[in-house]
Each structure stands twice: as structure tokens, then as C-alpha cells.
């Protein structure tokens, strides 16, 4: 059964600063990975798709990375601003379209 | 577009009574997936559908709940008899589908609170 893990669970920088959260998963057999963004009271919002062919995908000042055969992936965010506070939820999907969550990583920017 | 429209945004019931969660998915999206986030659990998928087709329901917690998709436009989760551990916030999403190499889009959720 897959299982995913992030860390840290919650994280608070100054703005400014670049940061790295993290995504750890157990099955390697993976279609794809979502990195999401949730706001307090909100739904879901898909902000990089990587497919299990790919090894990052960039948006903005976003970038994340895939490693399938060790299990892991990166969400790098440059140049933190306020506005990014949220948390970030990473997903993995089997071929059945089974979209496996993890716990997400609460991260403030301070103004 | 509108996105994902759930109804309601908001709902309180007692024990026992039966609930009924709406969603209206994307239009052109012919995946739907409904999911309960809890504090204690996150975010479980209970039940997703393929071209209104329900394709995995493993994730349905008992009896007690069911979905439904009678067209491609519109879909329900519902309660019945509700119990105090059911009360979530339950959200529906949507996608292109078919291959999982779509991005999923979610709805503003609904928040249940069962007395």
C-alpha cells in the first residue's frame, strides 16, 4: 500500500528566503506526482504535475523535482513572499488513477 | 470556467439524519473523485468515476455511504444514517482523465458537522 510522507510538517522563514519541502513516498511504481496548494477554508490547487518520465517540472518561482527510484520529491519555492503562506500537499497516483496524499507541510512566510 | 461548484458549502445535521453532498465537476472532465480530509486521517479518497462509471469505491467507508453519477454533469455522496464521526470536510475534484496525467481541480469543499 503506498504511503506518503512530508517534512517538515510546518515551517515558518522571513521573506525573502528560498526553501525546499519535502515528499517522500513507498512505491515507486508511480504514473505521476502533484505538488498542491491548500489555503485555510479552501479546496485543493494543482500547482506542478510531474510525470514519472520527468525529473522537475518549473513554474514561476516554483520548481519540483522527482527522483522515482529513491522515492522523493522536491518542492522548491525561490524568493518566499507572504502571499506563498499555505499548506503543501504532495500526491502520487498509481496507473488506477488512485491519487495518494501526503499530510502536508504548513509553511508562513513572515512579512 | 466555474470550476468545481459543491453544494453546500456548509452543513449541520444530527445523528441519524441523512445528508446529500453535491457536485458539479468541470465541464469536459470525464474523471470525478470524491474525498474526506479530517485532522486525524487527511485528505482519503473514498470513490472515483470514469465516464460517470464508478471505477474504485474501495475507499467508501461502509454501508452508509453511497455515490452517485447520473450524468456527466452532476454527481452526489450521500449519508444515511449519518454518525458524529462522519463530520469532515468532503471534496470533489475533477479531471480530464482517462490517462492520470491530468492535473486533478478541486472544489471549495463541503464542511459537514454531524451533532
Known amino acids: 500500500k503506498q504511503e506518503v510522507t512530508q517534512i517538515p510538517a510546518a515551517l515558518s522563514v522571513p521573506e525573502g528566503e528560498n526553501l525546499v519541502l519535502n515528499c517522500s513516498f513507498t512505491?515507486?511504481?508511480?504514473?505521476?506526482l502533484q505538488w498542491f496548494r491548500q489555503d485555510p477554508g479552501k479546496g485543493l490547487t494543482s500547482l506542478l504535475l510531474?510525470?514519472?518520465?520527468?525529473r522537475e517540472q518549473t513554474s514561476g518561482r516554483l520548481n519540483a523535482s522527482l527522483d522515482k527510484s529513491s522515492g522523493r520529491s522536491t518542492l522548491y519555492i525561490a524568493a518566499s513572499q507572504p502571499g506563498d503562506s499555505a499548506t503543501y500537499l504532495c500526491?502520487?497516483?498509481?496507473?488506477?488513477?488512485?491519487?495518494?496524499f501526503g499530510p502536508g507541510t504548513r509553511l508562513s512566510v513572515l512579512p | 470556467d466555474a470550476g468545481v461548484i459543491q453544494s453546500p458549502r456548509h452543513e449541520v445535521t444530527e445523528m441519524g439524519q441523512e445528508v446529500t453532498l453535491r457536485c458539479k465537476p468541470i465541464?469536459?472532465?470525464?474523471?470525478l473523485f470524491w474525498y474526506r480530509q479530517t485532522m486525524m486521517r487527511g485528505l482519503e479518497l473514498l470513490i472515483y468515476?470514469?465516464?460517470?462509471?464508478?471505477?474504485?469505491d474501495s475507499g467508501m467507508p461502509e454501508d452508509r455511504f453511497s455515490a452517485k453519477m447520473p450524468n456527466a454533469s452532476f454527481s452526489t455522496l450521500k449519508i444515511q444514517p449519518s454518525e458524529p464521526r462522519d463530520s469532515a470536510v468532503y471534496f470533489c475534484?475533477?479531471?480530464?482523465?482517462?490517462?492520470?496525467?491530468?492535473?486533478?481541480?478541486f472544489g471549495s469543499g463541503t464542511q459537514l458537522s454531524v451533532l
Open positions: 475534484a475533477s479531471s480530464k482523465g482517462g490517462a492520470s496525467n491530468e492535473k486533478l481541480f
Open positions: 500526491a502520487v497516483s498509481d496507473y488506477g488513477q488512485n491519487f495518494v
Open positions: 512505491d515507486s511504481a508511480i504514473y505521476n
Open positions: 468515476f470514469n465516464n460517470n462509471v464508478p471505477i474504485d
Open positions: 465541464s469536459g472532465h470525464n474523471s
Open positions: 510531474i510525470q514519472s518520465s520527468q
